[in-house]
């Protein structure tokens, strides 16, 4: 029996994610849309490490602008910026 076949005895032991495709074809790419059920991507621990380190940057700017009001409004640009220099010095045990 063909492990592709899509009849309901054949043996599965994942998630079946069935894909279709998007988009037209007058010249332009065809993507691929998952189901609203299919898993996600796995998170790197750069994402880990970003989501946790731009709250804290953002908090301590937060808690900056309070005491000196004068300070300009910093981007979240500027924030994602901090982040990478921070990854980047960080060694490789930690």
Do not use: C
Not at 56 to 64: D, G, S
Not at 72 to 78: G, M, N
Request: overall charge positive.
């Amino acid at each position: 029996m063909n492990s592709n076949s899509s009849s309901p005895s054949a043996p599965f032991d994942g998630v079946r994610v069935d894909h279709k495709l998007v988009g037209s074809r007058n010249g332009k790419k065809l993507k691929y849309k998952k189901p609203a059920g299919a898993p996600k991507r796995f998170k790197s621990s750069y994402i880990f490490f970003s989501t946790f380190t731009h709250k804290e940057i953002q908090k301590k700017l937060k808690e900056e602008k309070q005491k000196n009001p004068a300070l300009p409004a910093v981007k979240t640009t500027t924030i994602a910026k901090m982040v990478s220099k921070a990854w980047k010095e960080q060694s490789q045990s930690e």
